[in-house]
């Protein structure tokens, strides 16, 4: 690994660690302006487009917020924020002893990447390792979110590293797959081992920009294959993608599609498990809670139980933490090697 700043030395001084997030919005006043800075990224509308990006950005903002900002309104808004706020927090207070400060930086909400290395430039950090909230790597989520901290940062003249993916790390493995049996075993105790089966899901993405050469969705798989091994169920579990949008074609099969296969093959009992996502937001509160539980029930599957995002898990914490640590060693490590 190399820094991003070119020209410079390999040892520059102490660390700061930059969490990376999407953002979302806190009101539904905010809907709008996040769906517009979200349209806005050619990362996520990557037709070229030239100087019609921005008008196009805004006339689909302008007509999807009053649909969105209903979604919002039916789950009580979007917990992202305040939970991811208590995620970096607690990986704060992790990384404490290490001398190694976090501070969280938001694509298309505040706190953005101008803020966060204002703020490790005042605490004399001069390496910044940027650690994306994403366990599984996508130009639609880390980045976006990377190229705004190394340009903030490079201004800055601080040198930035991208932490490694981490599908299989096992804090997050561990979690989902003891959910999972607790609530699989419940199922058995009420008679249903038999007609029960897991769905775990992710974000899915256009087939166009994972055939561009987008690692998320095999790493994905990588996530979902850990999850199968550590759980050890006796039932069915499959992988769906969820929360397509737009004409375009998605990668699949999409968790609605195997609701129905599940259902026609007379399970009545579904265990579902996000992957993607380590905070509650839209695509779970909703997508999964209310549309998916409703779909669900309209083919027969009578129980439907959703296992809970990591959150501030302590298990996944310590785990996250030691990846930061490991991938300081290794930067470092590669810094010294002749």
């Given at each position: 690994?190399?820094?991003?700043?070119?020209?410079?030395?390999?040892?520059?001084?102490?660390?700061?660690?930059?969490?990376?997030?999407?953002?979302?919005?806190?009101?539904?006043?905010?809907?709008?302006?996040?769906?517009?800075?979200?349209?806005?990224?050619?990362?996520?509308?990557?037709?070229?487009?030239?100087?019609?990006?921005?008008?196009?950005?805004?006339?689909?903002?302008?007509?999807?917020?009053?649909?969105?900002?209903?979604?919002?309104?039916?789950?009580?808004?979007?917990?992202?924020?305040?939970?991811?706020?208590?995620?970096?927090?607690?990986?704060?207070?992790?990384?404490?002893?290490?001398?190694?400060?976090?501070?969280?930086?938001?694509?298309?909400?505040?706190?953005?990447?101008?803020?966060?290395?204002?703020?490790?430039?005042?605490?004399?950090?001069?390496?910044?390792?940027?650690?994306?909230?994403?366990?599984?790597?996508?130009?639609?989520?880390?980045?976006?979110?990377?190229?705004?901290?190394?340009?903030?940062?490079?201004?800055?003249?601080?040198?930035?590293?991208?932490?490694?993916?981490?599908?299989?790390?096992?804090?997050?493995?561990?979690?989902?797959?003891?959910?999972?049996?607790?609530?699989?075993?419940?199922?058995?105790?009420?008679?249903?081992?038999?007609?029960?089966?897991?769905?775990?899901?992710?974000?899915?993405?256009?087939?166009?920009?994972?055939?561009?050469?987008?690692?998320?969705?095999?790493?994905?798989?990588?996530?979902?294959?850990?999850?199968?091994?550590?759980?050890?169920?006796?039932?069915?579990?499959?992988?769906?993608?969820?929360?397509?949008?737009?004409?375009?074609?998605?990668?699949?099969?999409?968790?609605?599609?195997?609701?129905?296969?599940l259902a026609a093959e007379g399970k009545v009992a579904l265990v579902v498990a996000p992957l993607t996502f380590l905070?509650?937001?839209?695509?779970?509160?909703?997508?999964?809670?209310?549309?998916?539980?409703?779909?669900?029930?309209?083919?027969?599957?009578?129980?439907?139980?959703?296992?809970?995002?990591?959150?501030?898990?302590?298990?996944?914490?310590?785990?996250?933490?030691?990846?930061?640590?490991?991938?300081?060693?290794?930067?470092?490590?590669?810094?010294?090697?002749?």
């Open positions: 690994m190399t820094p991003d700043t070119p020209g410079c030395p390999g040892d520059l001084g102490p660390w700061g660690v930059v969490a990376l997030a999407m953002g979302s919005p806190s009101t539904p006043q905010d809907v709008q302006p996040f769906l517009e800075a979200l349209f806005s990224d050619p990362a996520i509308l990557s037709v070229p487009l030239g100087p019609l990006r921005g008008p196009l950005a805004r006339l689909i903002a302008r007509r999807r917020a009053p649909h969105a900002a209903r979604r919002y309104g039916l789950v009580g808004g979007s917990p992202l924020l305040s939970q991811t706020r208590r995620q970096v927090s607690a990986l704060a207070s992790a990384l404490e002893p290490d001398s190694l400060p976090v501070t969280l930086a938001m694509t298309y909400t505040e706190p953005g990447a101008r803020e966060a290395v204002a703020h490790m430039r005042e605490l004399v950090a001069r390496r910044l390792l940027a650690l994306p909230l994403f366990p599984q790597r996508s130009s639609t989520t880390t980045g976006s979110g990377l190229a705004r901290l190394r340009q903030e940062a490079g201004c800055n003249r601080m040198a930035t590293f991208e932490a490694s993916p981490y599908p299989r790390l096992p804090g997050l493995v561990d979690h989902i797959s003891r959910a999972l049996q607790e609530q699989v075993h419940r199922l058995a105790e009420e008679g249903l081992a038999k007609r029960t089966a897991v769905l775990l899901t992710a974000h899915g993405l256009p087939e166009r920009v994972v055939a561009a050469g987008d690692p998320y969705v095999d790493q994905v798989r990588e996530t979902a294959d850990a999850v199968r091994d550590a759980a050890g169920l006796d039932c069915p579990v499959c992988l769906g993608f969820q929360s397509r949008i737009g004409p375009v074609r998605w990668v699949g099969p999409q968790v609605e599609e195997e609701v129905s296969r905070c509650e937001h839209l695509e779970t509160r909703y997508d999964l809670d209310l549309e998916l539980r409703s779909t669900a029930w309209t083919h027969g599957i009578t129980h439907y139980h959703r296992v809970q995002t990591v959150g501030d898990s302590p298990l996944f914490i310590a785990s996250l933490a030691n990846h930061v640590r490991e991938q300081i060693r290794l930067i470092e490590g590669s810094a010294q090697a002749p």
